[in-house]
């Protein structure tokens, strides 16, 4: 299975061009997306080449989730605690962004091993902003308590007008995804695959991952939810992380690898869509080859006398051959 990364490709090399290029004093104006609707503006002035604006658009949050002006609750301090003073928030934010962040390229490490990880941690910005809820209930997970002025039952944006679910505890954090595709061939192919990887998950080498459970309806847990977000068309995927899940550097990919969850199954039921529609082209290739080969020479012999009794008449000919 082939994991996305955490780090924006395309930001992280807009950041490494400008640190190479901080003395030309170019200007730079810039949008590009990521999936699920995560939207990037990026900054230079011509006067100011030290200086860098990074504008970020989330999702637009469905109405069960908790915002904070504009971020999920603890991006604002997530921010502040991965990048220090080399980046300042500013306030309000762009127009039509949930973040703008003002990054000071003059204050990057001097050392270039430390200077292209602070710059691979600013371009993983995304895991930064939407994983701070997760990070925050993991790190109270790891010390077996919960965090303070939790509810019941947590919703988190994920997806435009998405959500998923935890429900924190002291021993375990139950993680719940109502799984939702607009395509019907998505659905099946999604609802097969969920089922396949739960069925994995029973496999000897798996004994340490977190428990996996895929259901039709909606699992206890989500008792108390709105009805709008219990609807689903492939299935509801619940998970159920222990302190073991997310000690020392595996809070990291527990935090990405579950904000980006459905991002990875739908990329998976593309490329299994894809690789069908490929074998069944060349299925129908080789079937036409064979049908080809299986002619007797009589039939090729018949179709090529039928092609060369055709004869080109003079315009003479045909009119002695109207007349009477």
Same mark, same amino acid.
């Given at each position: ?18 640190? &190479? ?16 609707? %995560? ?10 080449? &030290? ?45 039509? #962004? ?6 000071? /390229? ?12 602070? /710059? ?20 109270? /997970? ?11 039952? %947590?919703?988190?944006?994920?997806? !435009? ?5 935890? %429900? !924190? ?14 395509? *019907? ?13 739960? =069925?994995?998950?029973? @496999? ?5 991952? !977190?428990?996996?459970?895929? *259901? ?14 219990? @609807? ?13 899940? %997310?000690?020392?550097?595996? /809070? ?11 991002? #990875? ?19 129908? =290739? ?34 002695? *051959?109207?007349?009477?």
């Amino acid at each position: 299975m082939i994991l996305l990364q955490s780090p924006s490709r395309f930001l992280l090399q807009v950041l490494l061009n400008r640190v &190479q290029n901080i003395d030309k004093g170019v200007e730079l104006d810039c949008q590009f997306a990521e999936f699920d609707d %995560v939207r990037y503006h990026i900054q230079v002035a011509m006067r100011y080449p &030290q200086f860098m604006q990074l504008s970020m658009s989330l999702p637009i949050p469905p109405p069960e989730t908790i915002f904070f002006d504009g971020l999920p609750f603890g991006a604002i301090e997530a921010i502040k605690a991965e990048y220090g003073g080399v980046v300042q928030i500013l306030d309000p934010p762009r127009d039509g #962004y949930n973040l703008t962040m003002k990054i000071n /390229l003059a204050k990057l490490p001097v050392d270039e091993e430390e200077q292209y990880d602070l /710059l691979v941690r600013i371009a993983s910005l995304r895991e930064v902003v939407l994983g701070a809820p997760l990070r925050l209930i993991f790190k109270h /997970l790891a010390s077996k308590t919960v965090a303070p002025g939790l509810d019941r039952l %947590v919703a988190l944006v994920h997806r !435009p007008k998405e959500s998923f679910f935890l %429900v !924190p505890g002291a021993d375990k954090v139950t993680v719940v995804f109502p799984m939702r595709f607009k395509d *019907s061939v998505d659905i099946i192919l999604a609802t097969s695959f969920l089922q396949e990887f739960v =069925e994995a998950r029973r @496999t000897a080498g798996l004994n340490n991952a !977190p428990p996996c459970l895929w *259901s039709p309806t909606p699992p206890l847990e989500l008792e108390g939810a709105p009805s709008e977000a219990l @609807t689903a068309n492939a299935g509801f995927v619940t998970f159920v992380i222990f302190p073991r899940h %997310v000690e020392g550097r595996k /809070l990291d990919r527990a935090v990405w690898s579950l904000s980006t969850f459905h991002a #990875y199954v739908s990329y998976h039921v593309k490329c299994s869509e894809g690789f069908m529609h490929t074998r069944m082209r060349r299925r129908v =290739e080789s079937l036409i080859q064979a049908l080809d080969r299986a002619k007797t020479d009589t039939e090729k012999s018949k179709n090529t006398t039928q092609s060369n009794s055709f004869k080109r008449l003079s315009l003479k000919e045909i009119q002695s *051959s109207s007349d009477p």
